[in-house]
Every structure is written in structure tokens, then in C-alpha cells.
């Protein structure tokens, strides 16, 4: 994944720079031990781009109280081929079968692409904004209960 992290072009729209590889190590080893408890839940999931069997990106999920917050980056090389917005709807579907009250992704307002992913996935733009991004959303048929976004 080093590699397909290590675009510079891959921060234009979340700021920062690509992770040294001691950086990426330490990331994967928090990953590896799981979410800090308390009731979340992480899922990671590497893109391996079919033609190739090379990895191009990655899918999460951040799951509390009953809300999963879903992401997806995928590597420049193989940016608009459909690999976001495939792995996104298999992961919002695999959600859905879960007793949860929605599916939350945060997109900035300027990229239309991932914009478009959401939609894909199902998730609808809402009027909120959290730390600059827009939030979109997909409300399910889970537990009863209030909803935070």
C-alpha cells in the first residue's frame, strides 16, 4: 500500500502528505489490534484491482452507536475505472444486513468524484457539513433509538 499512498495527489482534497513507511507501518499495526474498544468497531479492507493483482486502494468502516462511518481512497493509476464505487456498494450492502440506523461518509464539497461514489453506494448529501466536509447519508432499518450523524 506504500505505494499507492505515496501519490501526493491523493491529499489534494483531505490536505497532509503521503506516510513515510515507518509512518504506514505504525498506521497497519494499530489497525492489526483492532478498534480501542468501548464499543467500536474498525473494518479495513485492501483493493486488489482484478486485470493486475495489484493493490490499488482501500475501504473502512468505523462502527458506534449503531452509525457506520464508511471511506474509501483508490490510488491514482486506477482512479475512475469503478473500483471505488464497487468496493463502496459492496461494503454499504454488507452494512445494510447489520442491525444499524445508518451509513455516514464524510466527502469534501469539491470532489465530485467521491461525491459520486456515495451516491452509488446509496448515501444521500444532507445539509450538515462536519469539519469542512459534507455528510452524506444512508438512514436503514436498524435498532430504534436516536441517530447522530
Known amino acids: 500500500m ?4 505515496g501519490d501526493p495527489a491523493l491529499y489534494e482534497f483531505t490536505g497532509g502528505a503521503p ?10 499495526a494499530r489497525l492489526a489490534a483492532g478498534a480501542p474498544g468501548g464499543g467500536t468497531v474498525w473494518g479495513n479492507w485492501v483493493l ?10 482501500y475501504v473502512q468502516t468505523t462502527i458506534r452507536d449503531a452509525i457506520a462511518e464508511v471511506a474509501w ?5 486506477w482512479q475512475g475505472r ?6 463502496a456498494r459492496g461494503l454499504v450492502g454488507r452494512l445494510a ?4 440506523r ?20 446509496g448515501l444521500v448529501r444532507t445539509d ?8 452524506w447519508r444512508l438512514d436503514l432499518p436498524g435498532p430504534a433509538g436516536p441517530t447522530t450523524a
Do not use: F, I, N
Open 97 to 100: 444486513r447489520l442491525p444499524l
Open 19 to 28: 506516510p513515510s513507511p515507518g509512518e504506514l507501518r505504525t498506521r497497519y
Open 48 to 57: 486488489r484491482v482484478r486485470a493486475d493483482g495489484v493493490l490499488g486502494g
Open 128 to 135: 450538515l457539513v462536519h469539519d469542512g466536509e459534507a455528510v
Open 2 to 5: 506504500a505505494g499507492v499512498l
Open 73 to 77: 481512497v483508490v490510488g491514482t493509476p
Open 102 to 121: 445508518a451509513v455516514v461518509a464524510h466527502v469534501h464539497p469539491g470532489h465530485r468524484a467521491s461525491a459520486a461514489v456515495a451516491a452509488a453506494a
Open 82 to 87: 469503478g473500483l471505488a464505487g464497487e468496493a
